[in-house]
């Protein structure tokens, strides 16, 4: 089966968000979406989101899944508004309970999750099924870059997150809390077991030394041959080497401190305080 998948940039963070949708029932799933932040002034908006809504009203769409593919630490998410408009469910890999525990002790409040992924509506187990219309879809545990990455499967089509970038460009930094690098290693290894001409759409590119324009989709046939981190036979000991040190020399994401807050709620803010504001907390001298 092939779905059809519409890409849409949102250029301040560099992410690729998608909609995947079965062409003969129009059902479809968003994923990866974006909640626009500016971090200057704590203001939120929806500009990314409505691209994305307009489009499914103009092609009569109906959304049944709003996906995340990890706990991102580069954008807010834009679900609980799509789901508002929508009323599609939020799912993401079942791993999230041990990212919001471990977020709980970094913030310092409790209060934030529960620990048990109740503000997702789904929790997807490894290898578990989604359908889409008449396509079936499947959720694979793609640890490493954090612990509950996903990639999601729909027919020919196959959505990474961070797990891989364009073959270019390489793989993600695995020095987040709970990353590790040959657990990323062998979540490749397991991506690079499907079909050669299964399309790989990527969550973020940042244009390769070289390369004039974004891009954002590739296969796994080139991923395989040609990724210049984990392509042909780097061994999983040069892998890891290779991922610590270059990811001691990275800098942290402008935007991890409020995203990961947000995102480990599925995109819900933190509850109000007593003057009816919502607060994010910035841990000084942590990381």
Not at 58 to 71: C, R
Not at 173 to 202: E, M, Q, W
Not at 241 to 252: A, I, Y
């Amino acid at each position: 089966m092939r779905p059809k998948v519409t890409s849409f940039f949102d250029e301040a963070t560099f992410t690729f968000s998608y909609v995947v949708q079965d062409p003969e029932t129009k059902i479809c799933a968003i994923i990866d979406s974006v909640l626009n932040f500016d971090y200057a002034c704590g203001k939120t908006s929806c500009t990314a989101a409505d691209e994305i809504l307009k489009f499914i009203t103009n092609n009569n769409l109906k959304v049944e899944w709003i996906l995340e593919s990890h706990v991102h630490a580069d954008h807010l998410s834009a679900a609980p508004y799509l789901k508002k408009q929508t009323g599609a469910r939020i799912g993401i890999g079942s791993h999230v309970k041990e990212m919001q525990k471990s977020f709980c002790k970094i913030f310092n409040n409790s209060s934030i999750v529960d620990g048990e992924g109740r503000q997702f509506d789904k929790l997807f187990d490894d290898e578990e099924l989604i359908r889409l219309g008449n396509i079936q879809g499947r959720a694979i545990h793609t640890p490493g870059h954090t612990p509950a990455c996903m990639t999601y499967v729909f027919g020919d089509a196959t959505f990474v997150g961070d797990t891989l970038f364009m073959p270019d460009s390489g793989t993600a930094r695995c020095d987040f809390p709970g990353g590790d690098a040959a657990k990323l290693y062998h979540s490749i290894k397991k991506i690079f077991t499907l079909p050669d001409n299964t399309r790989v759409f990527i969550c973020h590119d940042y244009k390769a030394p070289g390369r004039d324009e974004y891009a954002f989709e590739t296969t796994v046939a080139a991923q395989r041959e040609n990724n210049i981190h984990v392509g042909r036979s780097i061994t999983e000991a040069e892998f890891v080497k290779m991922r610590s040190e270059r990811d001691r020399t990275l800098k942290m994401p402008q935007l991890i401190l409020p995203a990961v807050q947000v995102n480990i709620r599925a995109g819900y803010m933190p509850p109000a305080e007593e003057n009816g504001l919502t607060y994010l907390k910035i841990p000084v001298n942590l990381f």
